[in-house]
Structures are given as structure tokens and as C-alpha cells.
């Protein structure tokens, strides 16, 4: 497992193709997560033809990976397969709520982080793809999803043509809080964040977009409020009409 | 990587501690999976202390994990810190909103299942449980948790007491689509549920529980429409209140 900690985002692939018998493999690994009552309320849409690919691309910002990789993974909160079952088999289901879509996005996401790791174990590398959840409409346009399926995350997997340097992470007790949650101090903020700031290609990076600190790089230019706010509006109708 | 396909949840542990380098080496392994931006949108509470499992129990409707294992983590969306980060910066954050709280949630997810991927390869026993959803408020209150911080998964941890058989899973055709989503014909539902239809434990948990279908245990006794539309509506209203 020392892989693990050893673990990068991978962006750019080799144009090699992943047989199917290993991505079967991955995906099979994948559904033996954890998952709500074994329900599995999620679905994987698989997609390596290159005008589906195409028709993707905006959806994620045409950032390349979505038409480099030899794999686009879709992982989908899916309520209606189970419900067609239900109805089946004469039970009324109660699953096109808020409460099953984010019970369906647990499920979905242990799915997807296992199949990531799996991935990442056999030499493979991933990316995630957070446009997913700015443009949902467009996924679900593209992928044909029908109602009680929303695509919660996407996944780009192919063998490696980069070998990039680790980026940092915060120190443990950054993020881990013994018994009760400990509120930052401003001193706090200003230790645990010292040495993100410090880095040079951080440093490098507030100088490029022409800001004052690292933090406003986030605020003000990758993940600003006007944008989010507008996301999170469109992100709630979509959810609604997929009938949650 | 074997390990993988064979896990299942624990829910007996032995009466033995979890060393904390040892918790400590699965949480930094854990933080090194993919986070959006290198934000780390997330917290990990970590309950150790009996009094305080003792008031996190009723959360969880008193299911015997949270008092009988060693250790006992609360996944949490934590837009706190990094809004703290900004505003100390001269930034002004804008994360207070539904798409963040999804994000987080797949921050926050990623890490949780990184986590257990690790802890199992170590001969640790997890569980999840469901009901951090449920009653988001309660766990709120027993781990003191401040505006923009959500708990949005818990994990049971220990040493296994018990070597359960694994259960069944969907056929692999029954989750994965190619390229676009293929709903599902009623002749698709009685052939993808046959085999966890057919299963003597399924059969069993029908007659138990005096249903003529398993999907009516489902339905009217495990994950009831009644009880999915009380807690949407708990789940959104304590969404609000911590901010989003
Ligand atoms: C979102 C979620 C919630 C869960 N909630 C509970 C729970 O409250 N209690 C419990 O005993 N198991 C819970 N589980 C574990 C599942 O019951 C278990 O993963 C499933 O039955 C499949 O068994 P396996 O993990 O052994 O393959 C949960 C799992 C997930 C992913
Ligand atoms: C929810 C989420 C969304 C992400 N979105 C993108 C994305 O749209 N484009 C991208 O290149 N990387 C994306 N990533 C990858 C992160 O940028 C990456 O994990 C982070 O910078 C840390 O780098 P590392 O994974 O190499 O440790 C995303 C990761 C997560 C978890």
C-alpha cells in the first residue's frame, strides 16, 4: 500500500489503450466498496469512443484530459434502477428525495475512490474532473441519463506521459481534530498554512496572476463566490428535475 | 491489491487499541487522495474517549459499533478552515453555498475511502455508517462543530472479532453503461436481481420479515419513503443552519 502515499494526479496519457478485461477488472474491485444496505445506487458510464468524447468536452471546459484519455469514467448517483426494481416487485420506492441523493453520492464516491486506487496500483493514472458538478445538465444531456441518475463526479484514466513532483498537503493536525472539532486560531491559520505559502511554485503562482496573497488566487480568480453561487443554483434545479 | 476484492465490512472488533502512529500513517495516507484544488475541504473528528462515543450512540440510533470500536471517525465537509485561511489573507471566500457542500462531500468522501482502502490492507475492520445523515444535527452537537463544517460519513475502526462471509453484489452488467446510459427493461430487472433474489439469506430476510418480495423489505421496513422525506427535510434545514 506504500503506493498510496506515493499517489499523483495524472494528466497527460500515453495513446495506449486500457484492455477491457482490466477496466472490468477496476470496476469490479470498485463495486466491492462499501455501499447503503449492498443497494449500489450508483451506475458507471464507460466512455472511450472519441465523438462521445467530443460531445463531453464542454461539459468539462474542453480541459484535455476528457478527449486524451483512452477512459472517461461518469460515476453517477443512480436511484432509478433500484426503484424500477422496487416497482417490480410490487414495493413503493421512496428514494427521489434529497436525503437519496446524497446517500446515492456517498455510494457513488466509494465506488469511484476504489476504483482510483485499484487504478493507481496497477500503474494507471487519474484524474478528477470537478467540472462535472458545474455543468450537470450538459453530462446528462451527453450520457442520455435518465431520471434519478446524476452524474456526481468524472474520472479520466490512461497510462501515464507525465511523472509530475507530489504537491503538498496540509500537516495532520491541519485536518484532524481529537474528540471535538478545535477552531482555528489566527495563529493557527497563519502555522498551519505557513508552509503552503512558503513554497516557491506557490509563491510563483500568486506572482503569475498578479495577486497580493495565495488565497486570493482561489477567491478571485480559480473558485470565486459570483461563480459558485451561480453553480449552486443551477446544480439544485438540475438535481430537482432529475426528479430528486 | 487482492485485498481489495475480498473486503467486507466488520462490525465486532476485539477489545484492543488502534496505536496512534498507526492511525496517524492511514490518516496521511488517507489526505493523500485527490482533493479539488489542493483545498482539502474536509475535517476528520476522531473519537476515542467512551463519554464521548456515549454521545455520539443516540446519533447513530445506538448501533453497537460506535461504542464497542476502538476508534470511531467523523468525515466532515469543512469549508471553515479555508474560509478562515481567506479572510486572514485579504480574500474574500465565497463558500457558503450547495456547490461547495457537494464538493466538500467528495473531498471529504475520497479521504474516508482512501482511509479504509488503507486500514483494511493493515488487517483493520471498518464500517460505515448511513446514519451520520440522518441525524446531522445530533452529531453537530456531540462533536461541536461550527458553521461550515458538515458531517457527512462516519467510520467505525478495530480489530476484527469476526470473520463474516461475503455478500453478494449486482452483476457487473448491471452497473456499468457503454457510452450512454441503458435504461433498464423489466426483462433487465428480473435477470440483473435474479441471483441476489435467488440467495438463502435474501430468501430468509423476505420470510423474517413477513414480506412477499425483497424489495418490500426495502421499501416498507429498512428505507421507508416516509422516514427518507423526514430526513431530507432535516438534512437541508441543518445544511442551512451550518451555513450553506
Ligand atoms: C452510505 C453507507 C451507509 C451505511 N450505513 C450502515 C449502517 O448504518 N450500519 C451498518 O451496519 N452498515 C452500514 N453500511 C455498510 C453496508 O451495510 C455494507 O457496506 C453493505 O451491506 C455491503 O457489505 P460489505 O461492505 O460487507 O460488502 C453503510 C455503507 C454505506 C456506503
Ligand atoms: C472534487 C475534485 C475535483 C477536481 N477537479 C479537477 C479538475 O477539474 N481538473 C483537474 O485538472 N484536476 C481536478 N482535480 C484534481 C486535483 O486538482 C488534485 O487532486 C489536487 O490538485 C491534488 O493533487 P494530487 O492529486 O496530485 O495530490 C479534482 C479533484 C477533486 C477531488
Known amino acids: 500500500m506504500g503506493s498510496l502515499k506515493q499517489r499523483k494526479t495524472i494528466r497527460k ?3 495506449k489503450d486500457i484492455p477491457v478485461d482490466l477496466l472490468n477488472d477496476l470496476l469490479e474491485t470498485a463495486f466491492r466498496a462499501s455501499t447503503v444496505g449492498n443497494m449500489q445506487t450508483y451506475s458507471v458510464v464507460v466512455t472511450r469512443d472519441a465523438d462521445r468524447k467530443g460531445k463531453l468536452a464542454p461539459a468539462h ?18 436511484l432509478n434502477r433500484f426503484s424500477k426494481w422496487c416497482r417490480q416487485r410490487q414495493a413503493e420506492p421512496g428514494y427521489n428525495n434529497f436525503e437519496w441523493f446524497v446517500t446515492g453520492a456517498v455510494d ?4 469511484a475512490q476504489t476504483f482510483c486506487v485499484a487504478a493507481e496500483e496497477k500503474g494507471l493514472g487519474i484524474c478528477y474532473l470537478g467540472t462535472t458538478t458545474y455543468n450537470p445538465h450538459l453530462i446528462i444531456e451527453a450520457l442520455e441519463l435518465p431520471e434519478l441518475v446524476f452524474p456526481i463526479t468524472t474520472v479520466t484514466v490512461g497510462w501515464p506521459a507525465e511523472d509530475p513532483a507530489q504537491v503538498d498537503r496540509l500537516p495532520l493536525e491541519a485536518v484532524v481534530h481529537e474528540e471535538v ?8 491559520i497563519d502555522r498551519l498554512y505557513a508552509y503552503k505559502e512558503s513554497l516557491p511554485e506557490n509563491r510563483q503562482y500568486v506572482t503569475e496572476n498578479s495577486k497580493a496573497t495565495l488565497a486570493q488566487v482561489f477567491t478571485d480568480v480559480r473558485y470565486t463566490k459570483k461563480d459558485a453561487e451561480a453553480m449552486s443554483e443551477l446544480l439544485w434545479n438540475i438535481m430537482k428535475k432529475q426528479g430528486f
Not at 64 to 70: E, L, R, Y
Not at 108 to 111: E, R, S, T, V, Y
Open 61 to 78: 471546459f474542453n480541459q484535455p484530459m476528457v478527449t486524451a484519455a483512452p477512459v472517461v469514467l461518469t460515476f453517477c448517483i443512480d
Open 181 to 188: 472539532y478545535h477552531d482555528y486560531t489566527p495563529e493557527d
Open 13 to 15: 496519457y500515453q495513446q
Open 108 to 111: 457513488a464516491l466509494l465506488a
